[in-house]
């Protein structure tokens, strides 16, 4: 049974910056995509920013993330990053890590707000 430890959100004013951390372990298997999606009160969970493959490590972002927010994964400790930088109050959410290795599996979730 594969199990998520998020971490890294919390209140911070807008413009700043927050990285989020979600160490996977658990599994006998590589973990061919790691990424985070959010979901804001009322809203549907949305992708935020995903990456693929161990070794490759293909990446794609929602658009309203692009060049702020940079997703990136440490293969030996099983854990992916999530740097988010210029937040904006319309990125407040929470965050929840999703990672597939034969099936997927679904973090807990980490509040992010963006508020002065």
């Known amino acids: 049974q594969v199990h998520l430890v998020e971490s890294g959100g919390g209140l911070v004013q807008p413009g700043g910056s927050l990285r989020l951390s979600c160490v996977a372990s658990?599994?006998?298997?590589?973990?061919?995509?790691m990424g985070w999606y959010r979901q804001a009160p009322g809203k549907e969970r949305d992708m935020v920013a995903y990456?693929?493959?161990?070794?490759?490590?293909?990446?794609n972002y929602a658009d309203s993330v692009k060049g702020r927010f940079t997703i990136s994964r440490d293969n030996a400790k099983n854990t992916v990053y999530l740097q988010m930088n210029n937040l904006k109050p319309e990125d407040t959410a929470v965050y929840y890590c999703?990672?597939?290795?034969?099936?997927?599996?679904w973090g807990q979730g980490t509040q992010v707000t963006v508020s002065s």
């Open positions: 658990g599994s006998d298997f590589s973990f061919s995509f």
């Open positions: 999703r990672v597939v290795a034969r099936t997927e599996y």
């Open positions: 990456i693929t493959s161990a070794v490759v490590g293909n990446t």
